[in-house]
């Protein structure tokens, strides 16, 4: 099994920046892709921006140019670091980890991030 531990959301004004962090643990041999995924109330949970273990990454749209996924294998760790947010970005955002490809086998227990207009 692997553990997946989100920590830096929080409220922050429009235009503003935040950092998550996603720290992996457990049998994290062989984990390729970790990512983050968001969910807005009434909405469906969203991609939001990926990476694999050889630094390949994928965004959606609507992040493109102000987010950026990083990864550090070293500590098993996935950063996304946001930057111009808007209030439409206002979701708990969800780590995940997969085994092969950009698969999703594992979650985190999300963190809320506030945009306040």
């Known amino acids: 099994q692997v553990q997946l531990v989100e920590s830096g959301g929080g409220l922050v004004q429009a235009g503003g920046s935040l950092r998550l962090s996603c720290a992996a643990s457990?049998?994290?041999?062989?984990?390729?892709?970790m990512g983050w995924y968001r969910q807005a109330p009434g909405k469906q949970r969203e991609l939001v921006a990926a990476?694999?273990?050889?630094?390949?990454?994928n965004y959606a749209d609507s992040v493109k140019g102000r987010f950026t996924i990083s990864r550090d294998n070293a500590k098993n760790t996935v950063y996304l670091q946001m930057s111009s947010l808007k209030s439409e970005d206002t979701a708990v955002y969800y780590c995940?980890?997969?085994?092969?490809?950009?698969?999703?086998?594992?979650w985190g227990q999300g963190t809320q991030v506030t945009v306040s207009s």
């Open positions: 457990g049998s994290i041999f062989r984990l390729n892709a």
């Open positions: 990476i694999t273990s050889g630094g390949s990454t």
């Open positions: 995940y980890a997969g085994r092969a490809g950009w698969g999703r086998d594992y």
